[in-house]
Structures are given as structure tokens and as C-alpha cells.
């Protein structure tokens, strides 16, 4: 198994520019969730989704949009980046449809200048 | 709001027990608390989550206090490999699927 995969591992926007942050995952997992993580912090809910079709906003929501058409991918878009998006972004995936014990990819760094 | 109180960074001897202390004194009766490590700026890492009893895995054991105002995470034997922040998190009021992620304690395991 692979996982839980993200890609790019980098990105550099530009102000205004959209992209899309992809996430999948391998585990035939319900749950799974972005997370933001700024310098020094704990990590932030942006969006969360219990099963294919499902999808909630979390913590901090504003700017990103998500869907989840089959069980395996989930991807973040950024709408319109902005500078304060700057931030690394984590996709988590839980066999459960809580999020007891959640599997994290790598990660991705995005810088918006 | 639930949320938890943990010391900014710890040091341990390697071989030496790591213990890591974690206050949340406003958790609700049915709440869980969680544990989950974080390794240079690698992706975060399950390690345990417990209610009311202790619990014990592979990674650690986590004792919870009577009052469940406290717990502690425990790494029976520590490795230079241990070394990473430790989040100590619970979940959002009214919430099953939000959790409360604070900044953690930096452990340092040294030789």
C-alpha cells in the first residue's frame, strides 16, 4: 500500500492564481481531511469528508473548496491565493468515520507571493 | 473550550523513560484524548488515544488521571529516533470530527 500520497510536494502561486492540491489514498478509508499547518503551530482543519459524496468544513474553511467523488481521492483548490494561504498542507485519511487513528501523506508546501 | 496544555519542550536520555505531561482540564466525560507525534516537518504520526483507562501499544503507554483533568504519554525506552513534537489533542466541542491541535511539546531525546 501506498498510502496516503499528495502532490505537488511544492508550489509557488502567484496572488489570484487557483490550483488544486491533490490527495489520495490506497486504505479504502471513510474519513479523511486537509489540514493547514503554519510555522511553529498545531495543525488546522479546513475540510473534512466521511464517505464518498460527503463533505463538511472544518476549523478554517475560507478560500478552499472541496469534493469527494470516489472513496480513494479528495483534492483541496485554492479559489484565489491569497498571501495568508501560505502555509504546508497535510491530507489525512482514518479507517473509521471519526478521526481516531488518521494516516498523513507528506505533506505540501505552498508559498504565496 | 476542550483544548490542552502541554510544556513548550522536554529533554530525555536516551534508553531513558520519556514521560510527557498534558493538561485538559475542561474535556467532556465521553471525550477521548489523542496523541500524535510530528518528526522534522514530516506528516503527523498516530500513536495512541485513550478514555478513561490506561492504555498500552506497540509505541507507548498513556495513563489518564481519575479526574481525567491530566494525562501522560510514555515512551518506555527512548531512541534518538523519538525525537519530534508530541501533540496531546482533543475534539471540538460539539464536534465528532474536529480536533483541537495545540503546538505541541518538543521532546529531545540526546545521547
Known amino acids: 500500500n501506498a498510502g496516503v500520497t499528495q502532490t505537488p510536494k511544492f508550489q509557488v502561486l502567484k496572488t489570484g492564481q487557483s490550483m488544486t492540491l491533490q490527495c489520495a489514498q490506497d486504505?479504502?478509508?471513510?474519513?479523511m481531511s486537509w489540514y493547514r499547518q503554519d510555522p511553529g503551530m498545531g495543525l488546522r482543519l479546513i475540510h473534512y469528508?466521511?464517505?464518498?459524496?460527503?463533505?463538511d468544513q472544518g476549523e478554517v474553511p475560507n478560500g478552499y473548496n472541496v469534493s469527494r467523488s470516489t472513496t480513494e481521492d479528495f483534492p483541496l483548490r485554492l479559489l484565489s491565493a491569497a498571501p495568508s494561504q501560505t502555509s504546508v498542507y497535510f491530507c489525512?485519511?482514518?479507517?473509521?468515520?471519526?478521526?481516531?487513528?488518521?494516516?498523513f501523506g507528506p505533506g505540501t508546501r505552498l508559498t504565496v507571493t | 473550550d476542550a483544548k490542552t496544555t502541554q510544556p513548550t519542550s522536554m529533554d530525555c536520555a536516551e534508553g531513558r523513560a520519556a514521560n510527557l505531561p498534558c493538561n485538559h482540564s475542561?474535556?467532556?466525560?465521553?471525550?477521548?484524548v489523542y496523541w500524535y507525534r510530528q518528526i522534522h516537518s514530516q506528516g503527523p504520526q498516530y500513536i495512541i488515544h485513550?478514555?478513561?483507562?490506561?492504555e498500552t501499544n506497540e509505541m507507548a503507554s498513556l495513563i489518564i488521571t481519575e479526574d481525567r483533568k491530566s494525562s501522560t504519554l510514555i515512551l518506555p525506552h527512548a531512541t534518538l529516533r523519538d525525537t519530534a513534537v508530541y501533540y496531546c489533542?482533543?475534539?471540538?466541542?460539539?464536534?465528532?470530527?474536529?480536533?483541537?491541535w495545540g503546538a505541541g511539546t518538543k521532546l529531545i531525546i540526546k545521547p
Open positions: 489533542i482533543v475534539r471540538a466541542p460539539d464536534s465528532n470530527y474536529q480536533l483541537i
Open positions: 485513550g478514555l478513561k483507562n490506561n
Open positions: 475542561t474535556i467532556s466525560g465521553n471525550e477521548y
Open positions: 486504505m479504502n478509508h471513510e474519513y
Open positions: 469528508s466521511v464517505g464518498a459524496g460527503i463533505t
Open positions: 489525512a485519511s482514518s479507517y473509521q468515520r471519526e478521526p481516531y487513528e488518521q494516516y
